[in-house]
């Protein structure tokens, strides 16, 4: 059973930075897409940030490239988001996601889209607030 724990958020005032984590078992990152999403009060789940291969590169939504950046600790089985600049705006719960490669649909999809469904697994989600 995959299970998935992030943590990391908390209050930060504008122009602040936050990392978070996400710890996995039960799978293994090279064999599955991983996606960072984000729910702000009243507001759909987003995508923010996605992987859909073992080597390929992240893929961002438009209005946190060049501020968040995604990266992985295959030995830890660990996801990051380094989350840099922040805005209010980015007040959200943040998830991590997983599903099987094999299965998975395009990073793109999620990223041109507000789609959210089709993830095998998904954690609690971990707030983050963004004082102005």
């Known amino acids: 059973e995959v299970q998935l724990v992030e943590s990391g958020g908390g209050l930060v005032q504008a122009g602040g930075s936050l990392r978070l984590s996400c710890a996995a078992s039960?799978?293994?990152?090279?064999?599955?897409?991983v996606g960072w999403f984000r729910q702000a009060p009243g507001k759909e789940r987003e995508i923010v940030s996605c992987?859909?291969?073992?080597?390929?590169?992240?893929y961002y939504k438009d209005v946190v490239r060049d501020r968040f950046i995604y990266s992985s600790d295959n030995a830890q089985n660990t996801v990051y988001l380094q989350m840099n600049s922040l805005r209010p705006e980015d007040t959200a719960v943040y998830y991590c996601?997983?599903?099987?490669?094999?299965?998975?649909?395009?990073?793109?999809?999620?990223?041109?889209?507000?789609?959210?469904?089709?993830?095998?697994?998904w954690g609690k989600g971990t707030l983050v607030t963004v004082s102005s």
């Open positions: 996601a997983v599903t099987p490669l094999s299965t998975a649909l395009p990073c793109l999809f999620y990223i041109d889209s507000t789609a959210s469904y089709g993830w095998a697994s």
């Open positions: 039960g799978f293994t990152s090279d064999s599955n897409a």
């Open positions: 992987v859909d291969s073992s080597m390929g590169s992240a």
